[in-house]
T-cell receptor
Framework: ETGVTQTPRHLVMGMTNKKSLKCEQH?????MYWYKQSAKKPLELMFV???????ENNSVPSRFSPECPNSSHLFLHLHTLQPEDSALYLC??????????????FGSGTRLTVV | AQKVTQAQTEISVVEKEDVTLDCVYE???????LFWYKQPPSGELVFLIR??????QNEISGRYSWNFQKSTSSFNFTITASQVVDSAVYFC??????????FGTGTRLQVTL
């Protein structure tokens, strides 16, 4: 399998649930990213990992907890979410941090609905 | 700070019309990269083109063409003879020395028969 794979594609969860989003890349990239895409809002960068180390955390609420166990996998652990957290969560990877040379490769996203 | 502005929120055209999507950017970096991505209804952002700040040559790929003008900080995207399959949200993006890609708000293109 090639590219960036995200699972699940759709997720409905209650506000008291705990769930995790998974992202996997088989491109040999060194950097991985989580973005949030809400309706009628710009894409918001949430977290950046480079060589498994978090290099950026953009004031994201603590109910979102990222994990990068190795350079191929990235998780986003969710707990006690709010309805306004409903959005499309996109994972991306790039060969080098910042993606300037070759850009980012995106997954298809997880459509999250918090009820 | 980096900023990308896509002033056109939605554009609707009839098939076979040409359409231009505007992108204006701001950056203090002298070396930077500009991108266009397409997001079809499936959700995945598909890479279309990358341009670095030292290469102002316009590029054509099939029905797609890009006009990069540093003097006006613009990187516009034109689709010639649009097709229904071109319907999507298109994002312009910028990266420089910072560790992140900054996106515009996107332009939704609707192509109808």
């Amino acid at each position: 399998e090639t590219g960036v794979t995200q699972t699940p594609r759709h997720l409905v969860m209650g506000m008291t649930n705990k769930k995790s989003l998974k992202c996997e890349q088989h491109l040999g990239h060194n950097a991985m990213y989580w973005y949030k895409q809400s309706a009628k809002k710009p894409l918001e960068l949430m977290f950046v990992y480079s060589l498994e180390e978090r290099v950026e955390n953009n004031s994201v609420p603590s109910r979102f907890s990222p994990e990068c166990p190795n350079s191929s996998h990235l998780f986003l652990h969710l707990h006690t979410l709010q309805p306004e957290d409903s959005a499309l969560y996109l994972c991306a990877s790039s060969q080098e941090l910042g993606g300037g040379l070759y850009g980012y490769t995106f997954g298809s996203g997880t459509r999250l609905t918090v009820v | 700070a980096q900023k990308v502005t896509q002033a056109q929120t939605e554009i609707s055209v009839v098939e076979k019309e040409d359409v231009t999507l505007d992108c204006v950017y701001e950056t203090r970096d002298t070396t930077y990269y500009l991108f266009w991505y397409k997001q079809p209804p499936s959700g995945e952002l598909v890479f279309l083109i990358r341009r670095n700040s030292f290469d102002e040559q316009n590029e054509i790929s099939g029905r797609y063409s890009w006009n990069f003008q540093k003097s006006t900080s613009s990187f516009n995207f034109t689709i010639t003879a649009s097709q229904v399959v071109d319907s999507a949200v298109y994002f312009c993006a910028l990266t420089g020395t910072a560790s992140k890609l900054t996106f515009g708000t996107g332009t939704r293109l609707q192509v109808t028969l």
